[in-house]
Structure formats: structure tokens, C-alpha cells
């Protein structure tokens, strides 16, 4: 089983930026695709990035232009820098890693944008 560690949320202004980072540890071995969801109250979780084992790339027609996912394959952590954040962009954001047979899931960590 894989085992996630989310940091990096946070209070921002509008405009401003944050950087999320999820370290993987357990079967890591077996990861294939690491990606990005959020959630917001009342709203369902919605897919905000994610990046596959070689470097492909998907993103949220919301966040295209603002947000990059990357990832250190050395280090098994997944980035999401957000820039330009709006109000809109509040929510929990949650890590998720699947591989074979199995889709494991951060405990979130908040994103809260306001003035």
C-alpha cells in the first residue's frame, strides 16, 4: 500500500500563489499515474492535474495557463504550483496515486484564496 503526506496549502491573496506537495512512501514501486483533486463545500471533488510515470500531463480547463503538475521521481513526490489563484480556486485539495489494483488518497490539505 502507498502512503500519502500533502503539504503546502494555505491563506493567499488573490493572484497569488501557492506550491502543493505530496511525498509518496510504501509500495511506490508500483505507482503509475499521481494527480491532484479538490472539493469545495457542497461541490463534488473534481480532477484539478495529473501526470503519469513518463511525463504526461492533464489539467482542468479552470487551471490551464495557471497551475503546472510535476513530478521527482527520485524523491516519489508530486508538486502542483498554482499561480494566479482566484476565489474560485478555495477548496481542500487532495493527492491521489494509482498503480495496479489500487487508488490511494491524501487527507487534504486546505487552499483558501481571499482578500
Known amino acids: 500500500q502507498v502512503q500519502l503526506v500533502e503539504s503546502g496549502g494555505g491563506l493567499v491573496q488573490p493572484g497569488g500563489s501557492l506550491r502543493l506537495s505530496c511525498a509518496a512512501s510504501?509500495?511506490?514501486?508500483?505507482?503509475?499515474?499521481m494527480g491532484w483533486y479538490r472539493q469545495a463545500p457542497g461541490k463534488e471533488r473534481e480532477l484539478v492535474a495529473r501526470?503519469?510515470?513518463?511525463?504526461?500531463?492533464r489539467y482542468a480547463d479552470s487551471v490551464k495557463g495557471r497551475f503546472t503538475i510535476s513530478r521527482n521521481n527520485v524523491e516519489n513526490t508530486v508538486y502542483l504550483q498554482m499561480n494566479s489563484l482566484k476565489p474560485e480556486d478555495t477548496g481542500v485539495y487532495y493527492c491521489?496515486?494509482?498503480?495496479?489494483?489500487?487508488?490511494?488518497w491524501g487527507q487534504g490539505t486546505q487552499v483558501t484564496v481571499s482578500s
Open positions: 510504501g509500495s511506490i514501486f508500483s505507482i503509475n499515474l
Open positions: 491521489n496515486v494509482e498503480g495496479r489494483g489500487f487508488s490511494s
Open positions: 501526470i503519469t510515470n513518463v511525463g504526461r500531463t
